[in-house]
């Protein structure tokens, strides 16, 4: 069993502390550099949150570069960055309904009201910035570090549900739209079964290559070498918030032939949706269903998943009811997200 971080003195806590910060520096290397980590979602915010306990208890352990204090990497991959208007925030984390309901009793106590709650699917996605002038799309970013993404605005424009430019009319001089980039499930598995048509078929090109080899000293087709240079290029993906992650921050214009065709239809198979707004000072909304609501009549696609619930009560049943059905979503979850509704 894990001690409590304020039974631990000061040196067991940094030399934890320690530990925790490199595993979670590692995995987000590999999630943002290569789009690929052996680490689930559970163990990487278990790790997270136990820092975040120590740092509680030893706040001489907190520091500004320290992974509670940033949201992930940027700038990584060699794509061109852009610093966001506003600077996008993570989200705390409850891991049981006792803790959810903790959070809660304490953030009504906070607003000194009654309120309601805004509750939804927390996407198992790439988080983007969607930044327009007057109703134009300027650029789109990643979250990166939450304060410099990259910029990924030609990609993105390939995305479904990622508009040129706004529907409707009297659109602010800026305002930043804060999204989910999704790979759905069924099109994740579609994009594996495209991965292997493209290795029988690289295998195939070589194969025709060696034939075509008139040479008499000519070495025999070494099947199992060739089958292994085709799995290289087209590897099975591992989970589909890679795909999407790997998909949206490719660079196609440095591609060609089948490695081509497999960016397109990583790209193609990408969908979006929105759930925020930054960098809008004063926006004519008095609560966040009203900010879905704008949004959709912008144009931009809102999640069917998400529900205003008068109590907390109300809250459980919707974690419960997807606890239960997690299965029955178009995209893969990373937890629910409740929020106070009125802003």
């Known amino acids: 069993m894990t001690n409590a971080a304020s039974d631990l003195t000061l040196d067991d806590a940094r030399a934890e502390a320690e530990d925790l910060v490199a595993r979670i520096e590692s995995a987000r290397d590999a999630y943002y550099g290569s789009d690929a980590s052996d680490v689930d979602d559970q163990t990487y915010d278990g790790w997270l949150h ?12 907190r520091t500004q570069d320290s992974p509670t204090q940033t949201v992930g990497a940027a700038g990584v991959t060699g794509l061109d960055t852009i610093e966001h208007a506003e600077r996008m925030l993570s989200l705390d984390n409850v891991f049981s309904p006792d803790e959810l309901r903790d959070w809660c009793v304490r953030a009504e106590a906070s607003a000194a009201r009654d309120v309601r709650w805004l509750t939804e699917l927390k996407i198992d996605g790439l988080a983007i910035n969607l930044r327009y002038e007057n109703g134009v799309l300027s650029s789109a970013a990643t979250r990166g570090d939450g304060r410099i993404g990259e910029i990924v605005t030609d990609n993105a424009l390939c995305v479904a549900g990622i508009p040129r430019r706004l529907a409707g009319e009297g659109h602010p001089a800026i305002v930043e739209v ?65 795909a999407a992650s790997g998909g949206l921050r490719q660079q196609l214009e440095k591609k060609q032939g089948l490695e081509l065709e497999a960016g397109r239809a990583r790209l193609d198979s990408l969908r979006l949706y929105v759930h925020g707004i930054g960098a809008w000072p004063d926006p004519p909304v008095a609560s966040q269903s009203e900010v879905y609501e704008l949004l959709a ?20 049943a919707f974690v419960d009811h997807y606890g239960e059905n997690r299965h029955a979503v178009e995209h893969e979850l990373d937890g629910i997200v409740v929020k106070i509704d009125e802003l």
């Open 178 to 242: 804060r999204g989910e980039v999704f790979l759905p499930v069924e099109a994740f598995h579609a994009l594996n079964a495209g991965q292997a048509s493209r290795r029988e078929r690289a295998l195939a090109e070589a194969r025709e290559r060696w034939q075509g080899v008139r040479s008499a000293g000519r070495k025999d087709f070494d099947e199992a070498r060739q089958r292994a240079a085709a799995d290289r290029r087209f590897p099975a993906f591992a989970n589909p918030r890679n």
């Open 297 to 316: 009549s912008w144009g931009l696609p809102t999640s069917p998943h998400l529900k205003v619930c008068a109590s907390i009560d109300e809250v459980l």
């Open 50 to 61: 136990r820092l975040e306990q120590l740092e509680q208890a030893h706040p001489v352990l």
